[in-house]
């Protein structure tokens, strides 16, 4: 892993059409509904419970709830756990 990365600022844009057909709403477009329910979620990172893990959830901003979690609870679970590494979880001795 290198230690003199830069990572900066990225711009973003809103692209919105020029002009419309005759009864075409650019507000009710498939691709706006589709951005507009994409906005709605937002991404978390926690620590995790070892040094070094991290917790990625994606929240619903309007409801608060967590969408989806990775790792699941169950995992989290697992590594909190005094005797848990990695790899411990399957067992591949014959």
Do not use: C, H, W
Not at 23 to 30: A, C, F
Not at 41 to 67: A, N
Not at 72 to 92: F, P
């Amino acid at each position: 892993m290198q230690n003199n990365a830069n990572v900066g600022a990225v711009n973003a844009y809103e692209i919105t059409p020029l002009s419309t057909a005759a009864g075409n709403d650019p507000q009710e477009s498939p691709a706006r509904q589709e951005a507009e329910q994409v906005a709605r979620y937002r991404l978390v990172i926690e620590e995790g419970p070892r040094t070094g893990s991290f917790i990625y959830k994606t929240m619903d901003r309007l409801t608060g709830e967590v969408v989806k979690q990775f790792p699941r609870e169950q995992v989290i679970d697992l590594m909190n756990q005094s005797d848990y590494s990695a790899g411990a979880v399957i067992d591949t001795r014959a």
